[in-house]
């Protein structure tokens, strides 16, 4: 079923109609212009291919921050099933440069779960070793921890992608983006990238700010982390000048490395079809990933609360554990979200991959994602389950 009614543009499935009104109501409830994309797929096949706003199309790229750790962390995930990676093995025994400052112990698991306590460096990163995973584990490497490591977890927010690509690199001698683009991106002509060529920078739209209102602006100012605090040195607040989100995105030389943490460029349409490759058949192929290997890296095993966010209990291995935060959910969805509100996840129960994306930056609620996900993500769901009742 197609829709263009000024509002939302695009195509829904029988059955999923109550997603494109959801959309529909987050886009007329926006004081901007969102400018977002949302598509479904449910058992390998696409559902939902919806978008809206003036600035934006079916293909329109954009930068998809945090939502790029689900694309590096699927690939840690893949090289664990393949047994080329152990979960519990030291990280410093294939980067011995990392056992610095009392990191030697540290397990790729602990590593995975944001343990690792070097969520930052001193001093601050520069935009040009934000955009090197290369050059954010050179530093890391001999960076004392901001706790013991082990002991506690923090949102590793700029480089958990360069600390566990770093170990792939030094097991494998390959990038996470290049098995990425090998293994996943390139097989199922995924519109989501981590490097983006430059022929296709015609297609890319910049991030937008927040357009906060008074009441906004002042709850971000007083909200706003000390530089030096460990909140202030995850997300690069230490650094001259302190990292502005928007023009990191906007930035070419982070499009094109494609930094793993946070520099992942693509459309909806890419995001929700790599995690339907990671969960459903498609095309003949395989899910790439085991029901075990979900389940291990989808569910929390650490408890307690966030170092620098100071939420509770929200990962898994690499992954965010979603089904707490969302009941609808079964116990081993997983996935990421985006700074600017966006989310990306896979449900092995309901069949669903989904993907919001989103160019401007919406007021933060305390994830990445933004609280319109829950209504569209669970008509999502409920009308994918309706279908498998018929």
């Known amino acids: 079923m197609?829709?263009?009614?000024?509002?939302?543009?695009?195509?829904?499935?029988?059955?999923?109609?109550?997603?494109?009104?959801?959309?529909?109501?987050?886009?007329?409830?926006a004081r901007d212009a969102p400018e977002a994309q949302l598509a479904v797929d449910v058992d390998g096949r696409r559902v939902v291919d919806l978008w809206g706003g003036p600035g934006t199309a079916a293909d329109t790229l954009t930068g998809l921050y945090s939502i790029t750790k689900g694309a590096a962390h699927l690939v840690v995930a893949l090289l664990v099933q393949d047994g080329v990676l152990d979960l519990d093995r030291e990280v410093a025994a294939h980067w011995p440069e990392f056992a610095a400052h009392g990191k030697d112990r540290l397990t790729l698991?602990?590593?995975?779960?944001?343990?690792?306590?070097?969520?930052?460096?001193?001093?601050?990163?520069?935009?040009?070793?934000?955009?090197?995973?290369?050059?954010?584990?050179?530093?890391?490497?001999?960076?004392?921890?901001?706790w013991e490591p082990g002991t506690a977890y923090g949102y590793h927010g700029f480089v958990i992608g360069a600390l566990t690509g770093e170990v792939v690199r030094r097991v494998t001698g390959?990038?996470?983006?290049?098995?990425?683009?090998e293994r996943i991106r390139a097989p199922y002509g995924l519109d989501f990238h981590l490097g983006l060529p430059e022929s296709l920078e015609a297609r890319r739209a910049d991030v937008l700010p927040l357009v906060p209102t008074p009441e906004e602006a002042e709850r971000l100012a007083a909200g706003a982390a000390d530089p030096q605090s460990v909140a202030g040195v995850a997300f690069n607040q230490n650094a001259t000048p302190p990292t502005d989100l928007v023009a990191f995105a906007n930035t070419r030389a982070v499009r094109a490395l494609g930094p793993t943490s946070s520099g992942g460029v693509g459309t909806a349409r890419g995001v929700a079809?790599?995690?339907?490759?990671?969960?459903?058949?498609?095309?003949?192929?395989?899910?790439?990933?085991?029901?075990?290997?979900?389940?291990?890296?989808?569910?929390?095993?650490?408890?307690?609360?966030?170092?620098?966010?100071?939420?509770?209990?929200?990962?898994?291995?690499?992954?965010?554990?979603?089904?707490?935060?969302?009941?609808?959910?079964?116990?081993?969805?997983?996935?990421?979200?985006?700074?600017?509100?966006?989310?990306?996840?896979?449900?092995?129960?309901?069949?669903?991959?989904?993907?919001?994306?989103?160019?401007?930056?919406?007021?933060?609620?305390?994830?990445?994602?933004?609280?319109?996900?829950?209504?569209?993500?669970?008509?999502?769901?409920?009308?994918?389950?309706?279908?498998?009742?018929?």
């Open 174 to 181: 390959r990038s996470i983006q290049e098995i990425y683009e």
């Open 273 to 390: 079809g790599m995690y339907a490759a990671a969960i459903s058949e498609v095309d003949g192929r395989a899910p790439l990933l085991k029901p075990e290997t979900i389940t291990e890296f989808a569910r929390v095993q650490y408890r307690g609360t966030d170092r620098v966010t100071g939420n509770e209990d929200v990962f898994g291995l690499g992954f965010e554990e979603l089904s707490g935060r969302y009941p609808f959910l079964g116990p081993d969805a997983f996935g990421h979200s985006g700074a600017t509100g966006s989310l990306g996840f896979a449900d092995p129960d309901s069949g669903v991959a989904y993907a919001y994306t989103r160019r401007r930056f919406g007021f933060p609620s305390g994830y990445g994602a933004g609280p319109e996900n829950h209504r569209l993500a669970e008509a999502a769901v409920r009308a994918a389950l309706a279908r498998r009742e018929r």
């Open 2 to 29: 197609s829709s263009d009614d000024g509002r939302v543009q695009g195509t829904v499935a029988e059955g999923f109609e109550a997603v494109r009104e959801a959309f529909a109501a987050v886009l007329d409830e």
């Open 109 to 146: 698991r602990e590593l995975l779960a944001h343990r690792s306590g070097v969520v930052g460096v001193d001093g601050g990163f520069t935009t040009e070793e934000l955009a090197d995973d290369r050059l954010i584990a050179a530093r890391l490497a001999g960076q004392r921890p901001f």
